[in-house]
């Protein structure tokens, strides 16, 4: 680094990145960056003197509160499968003509004894092997929907504790937060 010296007598550090560049000083003027072979010829700054750029370390609020939104994201996608892989019900494309065409080919007497059984048993009773895997499928869907339920809550509720213990950093008495 080096000294751009200003007219105010202040010397503001500059990089060599910064040639070419503008930079103002803090009395508000603005000065010019030599370029790379102008710089040469300023003060350099010393490399104990040097200003250290200061990093924040992840504290267990920020580690609660990215993880938290991890989740939440990772909901979404599962979210977002199991909508889209869901059980497909077998007779839910069945166009109301297509249902009085299935009508119209039974035999007088098929009919009859379809409407004598449905009568005695009910419909309960009557379901085909496609319904009734539908109607287990379902039932499985359900329950992967209600643990879905759980994981943007848990997600939620990891980003809320985050948020609450680097509100509590900040307020500690007497203590200055790590920088």
């Known amino acids: 680094m080096y000294l751009l010296p200003c007219s105010c007598g202040r010397k503001i550090p500059v990089q060599l990145r910064q040639a070419g560049e503008i930079v103002k000083c803090d009395c508000g003027a603005s ?3 030599p370029t790379l072979s102008g710089l040469k ?8 003197a040097e200003p250290k750029i200061a990093r924040t370390a992840w504290t267990a609020g920020h580690r609660l509160t990215f993880f938290g939104w991890l989740v939440i994201l ?6 977002g499968w199991l909508y ?3 059980p497909v019900d077998p007779y839910a494309n069945f166009t109301p003509e297509q249902m009085i065409q299935g009508a119209a080919t039974r035999t007088p007497i098929q009919s009859l004894r379809l409407w004598q059984f449905l009568v005695r048993d009910g419909l309960e009773h009557h379901k085909r092997p496609a319904e009734r895997d539908f109607e287990d499928k379902q039932a499985g869907h ?3 929907w209600w643990v879905w339920a759980i994981v943007p809550i848990t997600g ?9 213990l680097l509100k509590l950093k900040k307020k500690k ?6 920088a």
């Open 31 to 33: 000065l010019e960056v």
């Open 84 to 86: 889209w892989s869901g």
């Open 41 to 48: 010829s300023l003060q350099k700054l010393e490399a104990s």
């Open 74 to 79: 990772v909901a979404i996608g599962l979210g």
């Open 173 to 178: 008495p007497g203590g200055a937060s790590r």
């Open 142 to 144: 359900q329950i992967l």
């Open 156 to 164: 939620f509720a990891l980003v809320v504790t985050g948020i609450i």
